[in-house]
């Protein structure tokens, strides 16, 4: 009932905008001018922010002023799973974001834990020319109408937590305390898996849960957002690189084949460079924050690429059997080979 009253909306909204995807298409296939909507979610001055904006600047540069994108920071067009149908519709162009999974529940193996632990696994399994990861992605994407133009790394994650852990360092110990994690079988088993008690809650109930005392801490996203946004709450840190979390570059699939091949050139070498910049953005950014949490006082576990291996093969040992029936034993056993994991 909800996915419909969901998509009964996306239709209202496609239907009151007076253009769906075909209407982009012929508007593409001319050498008209386009002004294109891309939304993302984060706030203005971020440097998803900047990424977007250059390249809105540089397609409007290469197109002759032709192309013109209007950014929308901050989700100010909605929730990006919202947005994501939107523009399988054609009623909003682009997206810097996230993927959902209300349409696809088999997308969320991108963030399933322990895929990748360093950065040269990752740009390898990630990449948009041969990444398995991120082909699986523009695969299953394209099936709700969208095209994947780039993939937007932006950390590994990591455990926060407001009282300090048992053993922190042993990841067979019961560490004593409750975390929230995302609503989802993979989260949970991943908290369960780290030695956790757990409770979903959403993303907008963490501060609260953790300053009453619900919960001792959280996972599910890396140490960028938990410093802006809870880090007067947090005294522990156990960066174990639990996931990688991309966001993705994406478009509306009628509209990008109705372009003329020397627009479609332009952006897909942009969205090339956006991506290498990225990667490159994000490595950088790696220990920034947990310096940042050091430097509040914070406690900040130290961990050898060995003792996250220990943390790896337990969680893929123990928790992958019970993901793949939910995503599928065939994309883990491509993932099994490409990382040479017995």
């Known amino acids: 009932m909800k996915k419909l009253k969901v998509l009964c909306m996306v239709l209202v909204l496609s239907l009151l905008s007076g253009c769906g995807s075909s209407g982009n298409v012929t508007e593409s296939s001319t050498d008209g001018k386009m002004k294109w909507k891309l939304a993302h979610i984060r706030p203005e001055g971020t440097r998803t922010d900047d990424s977007a904006r250059w390249l809105s600047e540089q397609l409007s540069e290469k197109t002759d002023g032709r192309i013109e994108i209007e950014i929308y920071p901050n989700s100010e067009l909605g929730d990006y799973a919202v947005v994501q149908e ?3 519709l054609g009623d909003v162009e682009l997206q810097l974001a996230s993927v959902g999974y209300n349409v696809d529940r088999t997308l969320a193996v991108q963030v399933a834990p322990y895929i990748v632990t360093d950065w040269d696994i990752a740009k390898e399994l990630y990449n948009i020319e041969d990444g398995l990861i991120a082909n699986y992605v523009a695969d299953r994407l394209e099936q709700q109408n969208i095209k994947l133009l780039a993939v937007y790394p932006q950390y590994f994650g990591a455990v926060v937590l407001a009282k300090e852990p048992a053993d922190p360092y042993n990841p067979d110990a019961a560490k004593g305390l409750k975390i929230r994690v995302p609503s989802s079988k993979s989260w949970d088993e991943l908290g369960r898996g780290l030695g956790f008690q757990t409770t979903p809650l959403p993303s907008s109930e963490i501060f609260t849960s953790i300053q009453t005392g619900v919960v001792d801490g959280a996972i599910g996203a890396g140490t960028e957002g938990y410093y802006t946004q809870y880090k007067e709450l947090i005294n522990y840190v ?74 790896s093969n ?13 995503f599928g034993k065939e994309i883990f056993d491509q993932i099994k080979d490409a990382i040479g994991y017995k």
């Open 314 to 326: 337990k969680i893929r040992s123990e928790v992958w059997p019970e993901l793949e029936k939910e």
């Open 86 to 88: 939107r523009i399988g």
């Open 238 to 311: 156990m960066p174990i690189k639990t996931h990688f979390e991309c966001h993705w570059l994406y478009m509306n699939k009628d509209l990008y084949d109705g372009l003329s091949d020397k627009d479609r050139s332009a952006l897909d070498e942009l969205a090339k460079e956006l991506e290498a910049a990225a990667f490159k953005q994000a490595e950088e950014e790696d220990v920034k924050y947990d310096q940042l949490f050091k430097d509040e006082g914070t406690t900040v576990y130290g961990f050898t690429d060995e003792q996250i291996e220990v943390y």
